[in-house]
């Protein structure tokens, strides 16, 4: 019998530490520990966890483990993945914050001249 968590670790396909799937399977209200079904794996709260901890990996600092790495490309991948995820379940788009490079004194600050 494969379970919910089990299902979804193999759907990301790459390595998210089990307390944060579980977190995710909590908050769209899915028990990691029952049996997957057909009926779960298309619903849309397993189809959000997995959007979710798609779009976790997108956000998370490089790292390289088991031989497995995220590159920048594969980032922009698992980002239009999750993005098609949520617009399935009728959910918005994520899009991740640009760095933004200041020149001169930080915003608000004021400088008498």
């Known amino acids: 019998m494969k379970t919910i968590k089990q299902a979804l ?3 990301i396909g790459y390595p998210i530490g089990d307390g944060f799937i579980e977190n ?12 997957i079904s057909a009926s779960v ?4 709260e397993f ?3 997995c959007a979710d901890c798609l779009f976790a990996l ?6 390289s483990e088991s031989d497995i790495s995220i590159s920048l490309a594969d980032r922009n991948l698992i980002l239009k993945k999750a993005n ?3 617009r399935t379940i009728g959910e918005e788009e994520k899009t991740l914050d640009e760095p933004m490079v200041y020149v ?3 915003p608000g600050t ?4």
């Open 110 to 113: 004021y400088v008498s001249h």
């Open 58 to 63: 997108v956000e998370a600092p490089n790292f």
């Open 9 to 11: 670790k193999d759907e």
């Open 104 to 106: 001169g004194p930080p």
């Open 24 to 35: 995710k399977l909590i908050a769209r209200s899915l028990d990691g520990d029952s049996a």
């Open 41 to 44: 794996i298309n619903s849309k």
């Open 84 to 86: 098609y995820l949520y």
């Open 47 to 49: 189809l959000g966890a």
